[in-house]
């Protein structure tokens, strides 16, 4: 079994930055794509970020493109996302996630993601 652990969210305001982490344990991450995700009140889970199993292949939303970047850190068990310029509408619950075994390439879509961490919040003020 795989646990995802997220860490690093919190208050900032608009224009500043934050780094989250994604720890993983349970078994060795490198074979399997990795994303963040983020959920907004009222709003359906998306993902914003992704990166293939050898981390040489990313993908972003539109929204967050040239603001946030994913990378991984293969040996550590470890993904992270680093958020600059945020917003008030990067506000949301973010989310760890990870691909099955095997499953190098990212994907766009959640229902692509089986393991799931419990999240970290992310609230930028105006």
């Known amino acids: 079994q795989v646990q995802l652990v997220e860490s690093g969210g919190g208050l900032v305001q608009a224009g500043g930055s934050l780094t989250l982490s994604c720890a993983a344990s349970?078994?060795?991450?490198?074979?399997?794509?990795m994303g963040w995700s983020r959920q907004a009140p009222g709003k359906e889970r998306e993902i914003v970020a992704a990166?293939?199993?050898?981390?040489?292949?990313?993908y972003y939303t539109d929204s967050v493109k040239g603001r946030f970047t994913i990378s991984r850190d293969n040996a550590k068990n470890m993904v992270f996302l680093q958020m600059k310029s945020l917003r008030p509408e990067d506000t949301a619950e973010y989310y760890c996630?990870?691909?099955?075994?095997?499953?190098?390439?990212?994907?766009?879509?959640?229902?692509?993601?089986?393991?799931w961490g419990r999240g970290t919040q992310v609230t930028v003020s105006s």
């Open positions: 990166i293939s199993g050898s981390g040489g292949i990313t």
């Open positions: 349970g078994r060795t991450l490198s074979s399997s794509a």
């Open positions: 996630a990870a691909r099955s075994r095997g499953s190098v390439l990212l994907s766009r879509e959640t229902d692509d993601y089986i393991y």
